[in-house]
């Protein structure tokens, strides 16, 4: 892939019916979601379906791997999708490159001991507990609902680097996600609002945005 030029964000959005909204609110928390598919469905409907959602279902799942290769295939296809893919791409070409910790193996094969026994057996052996890759600094950490708790209170961190909402979530990791978080001041380590930058060609900063909306 080639370096692309930032894309530009400025501290508004268009939801799904077209009405311009404000960054941080309430009507932008609820639409990130709708967006993010409603413009891979504008791109291309049938390609969407058949080559980016297993992408999204696998990253949501934690497979950085398999989700690369679907949201790489997408991008072959169809180029016009890259805009929206890149900020996933970036997130499984991260975790991949993380090299694993004696911890993070011995729960990878605990979950793969467990998953060759047979099923009666399953049955009297507690499971591993959920534990999915941080998107950040690639370990294994206890499963969060990216929707729940507030990181800033330490209620949605990861258990080794301890950045903010640590699970993989396409619509959150896609730009409105992103820029959501930037604007909303979601996060406390600076290193997100440091990499959102060097992403994006920011209108405003998230500082000044807060101080504005605010008075
Ligand atoms: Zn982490």
Same mark, same amino acid.
Request: hydrophobic share 10%.
């Given at each position: 892939m080639t370096a692309s030029p930032k894309t530009k964000i400025n501290t508004t959005f268009v939801s799904i019916d077209g009405t311009t909204g404000t960054r941080s609110k309430l009507d932008d928390f609820r639409g990130v979601r709708a967006r993010i598919f409603a413009r891979l469905q504008a791109i291309d409907d049938a390609s969407a379906n058949r080559l980016v959602i297993p992408g999204v279902n696998a990253y949501n799942q934690g497979e950085y791997e398999d989700a690369l290769s679907h949201f790489l295939n997408s991008i072959t296809e169809v180029p016009e999708f890259e805009e929206e893919l890149r900020s996933h791409i970036n997130v499984c070409k991260r975790v991949m490159h993380t090299v694993l910790s004696p911890l993070d193996i011995g729960y990878r094969d605990a979950c793969s001991r467990r998953s060759r026994l047979p099923f009666f057996i399953k049955w009297f052996k507690q499971a591993p507990p959920l534990k999915l890759r941080c998107k950040y600094c690639g370990h294994f950490t206890a499963y969060l609902?990216?929707? %729940?708790?507030l990181a800033y209170l330490g209620e949605n961190n990861c258990e080794t680097c301890e950045r903010g909402y640590p699970m993989p979530d396409f619509a959150w990791d896609g730009i409105d996600g992103q820029a959501y978080i930037y604007y909303r001041n979601?996060?406390? %380590?600076k290193e997100f609002y440091e990499e959102f930058e060097t992403r994006f060609d920011v209108e405003v900063d998230h500082r000044v945005f807060l101080a504005s909306s605010r008075a």
């Open positions: 609902d990216p929707n %729940e708790g979601s996060v406390t %380590e």
